[in-house]
C-alpha cells in the first residue's frame, strides 16, 4: 500500500497529521482530472481553485471561508460561483459536504455505492478523516429496507477527539487532570 490515502473499505485515510501535504492537493487534482474526463465534465479554472483550496485543508471549510481563502492568493471569486462549483465537486464525488459544519472537504477516494461514509470530526482541531464501510452500507441496507426507508444519503457523521488532540491531551497531564477531584 503507497502512503497516504487508502481506498480499501473499512479502513482510515490515518495519519493525516504528519504526511506530505502537498501530495494530498496534487493527487486531489490528478484524480479530478481523470474523472472529470472519464465522464466528459468541466474542470474549469474556477472548479479546479475550489478543489485545491479544499485538498488544502483537512478541516472542512465554508463556502465563505473558501471565498476569503482563494480571495487571499489570487482574484476573490463571487460567492454565487463557488457555492456553484462546490455542488459540482459534490455532484462528481470530489468533495463532501459535511452537513453538521454546513462545510465542505475534498475526497480522494473512489466510493463504492453501497459504502456508508463515516465522517470522524474532531472537536478540538476540526481534523475531519473519512473511512468507508461496507459492512455498515450493508448492515444500513438491511435495516433501512425493514422500515422501508429508502436512503438517499448513507452519511455518518461522528464527532470526537481526533489521535492528535489525544495524543496533546495525554501529554499536558495538569490540564488533562484538572478536572478530576484528587484521591
Ligand atoms: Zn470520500
Ligand atoms: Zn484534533
Not at 15 to 27: I, L, P, T
Amino acid at each position: 500500500m503507497t502512503a497516504g490515502h487508502s481506498h480499501d473499505s473499512d479502513q482510515a485515510h490515518g495519519r493525516v497529521h504528519d504526511h506530505d501535504h502537498s501530495a494530498c492537493v496534487a493527487g486531489a487534482l490528478a484524480r479530478a482530472e481523470a474523472s472529470c474526463g472519464e465522464r466528459g465534465a468541466r474542470l474549469t479554472p474556477l472548479r479546479r481553485r475550489v478543489l485545491e483550496g479544499l485538498a488544502d485543508s483537512h478541516v472542512p471549510l465554508g463556502a465563505y471561508e473558501l471565498v476569503e481563502r482563494l480571495g487571499s492568493s489570487g482574484d476573490k471569486p463571487p460567492p454565487m460561483s463557488v457555492y456553484r462549483a462546490l455542488d459540482f465537486l459534490v455532484s462528481e464525488g470530489l468533495a463532501h459536504r459535511i452537513e453538521s459544519r454546513n462545510a465542505y472537504i475534498a475526497c480522494g477516494r473512489d466510493h463504492a455505492g453501497d459504502d456508508v461514509i463515516v465522517f470522524l470530526i474532531c472537536e478540538g482541531c476540526g481534523l475531519t478523516d473519512e473511512v468507508a464501510s461496507h459492512a455498515i452500507g450493508r448492515d444500513l441496507a438491511w435495516a433501512t429496507r425493514a422500515a422501508g426507508f429508502t436512503p438517499r444519503t448513507p452519511v455518518i457523521e461522528i464527532a470526537g477527539t481526533c489521535a492528535k488532540c489525544r495524543a496533546a491531551q495525554a501529554a499536558e497531564p495538569a490540564r488533562a487532570a484538572a478536572p478530576v477531584p484528587a484521591r
